[in-house]
């Protein structure tokens, strides 16, 4: 399934005192959700370790340190 994520690589510094943290989004498609901790993403061709957080709803992408061969 296709969904915006927040990918790693994106984020920037942001303003917390104004609730912005800095995380930027894209399109990411999700091939494998066993649990929240435990999700794999493809972003740009390639597969990478994914969260799902439920509390706000949102994917991250880890696409710095989570690539998967």
């Given at each position: 399934?296709?969904?915006m994520?927040?990918?790693?690589?994106?984020k920037?510094?942001?303003?917390?005192?104004?609730?912005?943290?800095?995380?930027?989004?894209?399109?990411?498609?999700?091939?494998?959700h066993?649990?929240?901790?435990?999700?794999i993403?493809?972003?740009?061709g390639?597969?990478?370790?994914?969260?799902?957080?439920?509390?706000?709803?949102?994917?991250f992408?880890d696409?710095l340190?989570?690539?998967l061969?």
């Amino acid at each position: 399934m296709k969904v915006m994520a927040n990918i790693h690589s994106l984020k920037q510094k942001g303003n917390p005192e104004q609730l912005d943290f800095g995380h930027q989004q894209a399109e990411v498609t999700i091939i494998s959700h066993k649990n929240n901790n435990d999700v794999i993403a493809e972003y740009q061709g390639v597969r990478y370790k994914a969260i799902f957080n439920p509390f706000i709803g949102q994917f991250f992408v880890d696409d710095l340190y989570g690539r998967l061969e």
